[in-house]
């Protein structure tokens, strides 16, 4: 779950990280405007969109009436698609320097790392590609403590003035203690800026948690929380057009193997897991045609504890409504007999050797 620019920032204050003074305000708060002394200001938008500068969410504003003409113009756009329905004004920042300052989880070592960069502001992708020499990348072993003086040992590395370490450094520091007490699996602050005085302020915030960490937080404080779908299995959604359901993480990921082996490319990973019932089948095939790019349904279920015939029924009442689109069923184990009736009732070919049905499936793509 992502958290809002402000709602990382108050966080990011309740730990000690400097942050620009400022409020948030939504489209019924308008006159809270009016008895506030304005100076120069950034007005920013709460939308999570990438470069949501360059899109035009992030403005300024010197006086009273700039700041209600841009917070109205904010407010009847939308900044790539997505809806203002929040609005920061911030003090504005006598800008020296934009340093990026990161924490992410690296799955290739399987560890937290802490990224830093001179080269702030801007697309950290972008100095990635052209200047990765730029990006200081430290690993931290997860049961050991981070402590300061490997935040100064970064800066040190980073190349950053030595007058700095110490006041970067407790960011960092900082930031990675919120990384790890709120199981985040990024922070991100880009710009770290460093102001004409010297001072040191975190102008940008990304805060995402993990969500499978919230039984260990109160995360429903957030305006995120309870947005997303939740689904009664496990989807991904890929680029391709085959749609992929199995039974089972391992056999689901068999089952793409073998339509990519003949030619195909899946739109998603559906494992329905163990036991589904002829409705949950029902919920994850309608999941999978939701997609408009979906032309062919790859179905491969392995009976265990999920019944064939509790499968086939679920298939057979989505099946209907999509003529267009070409199914592939291969089904095996407990109620098999029942299931293969079931679909064979209905017009529905199925095999028992999954390379045949993937095989055949291709085939009626081409
Ligand atoms: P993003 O586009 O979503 O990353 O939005 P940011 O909050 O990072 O703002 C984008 C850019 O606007 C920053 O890199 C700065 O160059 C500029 N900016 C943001 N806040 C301030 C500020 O307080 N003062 C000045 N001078 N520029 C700012
Ligand atoms: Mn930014």
């Keep these: 779950m992502k958290l809002h620019e402000y709602e990382a920032k108050n966080i990011f204050k309740e730990y000690g990280i400097p942050t620009p003074e400022g409020f948030v305000i939504s489209k019924e708060e308008l006159s809270k405007i009016d008895d506030i002394d304005v100076k120069s200001v950034v007005v920013k938008a709460q939308v999570f969109v990438g470069g949501r500068g360059k899109a035009g969410g992030i403005l300024f504003a010197d006086n009273k009436e700039e700041l209600k003409e841009k917070i109205n113009e904010l407010f009847s756009k939308e900044i790539k698609g997505e809806k203002v329905e929040k609005i920061l004004i911030e003090e504005k920042l006598p800008i020296k320097k934009e340093y990026y300052l990161g924490v992410v989880i690296d799955r290739n070592e399987k560890k937290p790392a802490i990224m830093f960069s001179t080269e702030g502001g801007v697309d950290i992708e972008e100095v990635a590609k052209r200047n990765p020499e730029k990006i200081v990348k430290y690993h931290i072993e997860p049961r050991k ?140 095939l309608k999941k999978v045609l939701e997609n408009p790019k979906v032309r062919g349904v790859f179905i491969n279920i392995l009976g265990g504890i999920t019944r064939c015939d509790e499968v086939a029924r679920g298939i057979v009442e989505i099946l209907k409504e999509h003529p267009n689109v070409k199914f592939a069923v291969r089904m095996m184990g407990t109620n098999e007999e029942e299931g293969r009736k079931i679909l064979e009732e209905n017009g529905i070919p199925y095999e028992t050797s999954m390379e045949e049905a993937a095989r055949k499936l291709m085939e009626s793509l081409a």
């Design 145 to 284: 403590e981070f402590l300061p003086y490997s935040a100064r040992w970064i800066l040190k590395h980073a190349g950053i003035p030595s007058k700095e370490i110490p006041v970067v450094a407790d960011v960092m520091y900082k930031l990675y203690k919120i990384f790890k007490d709120m199981d985040a699996v990024l922070t991100e602050i880009n710009p770290l800026v460093i102001t004409e005085d010297g001072k040191v302020y975190a102008a940008d915030a990304v805060l995402n948690v993990d969500d499978d960490a919230y039984y260990r937080h109160d995360y429903s404080k957030f305006e995120e929380f309870g947005k997303k779908e939740k689904l009664e299995f496990a989807y991904v959604e890929l680029d391709g057009d085959i749609g992929v359901i199995g039974n089972g993480a391992g056999l689901t990921l068999a089952s793409m193997d073998i339509i990519k082996e003949f030619g195909g490319n899946p739109s998603c990973f559906l494992d329905i897991g163990g036991g589904a019932s002829a409705e949950i089948v029902k919920k994850a």
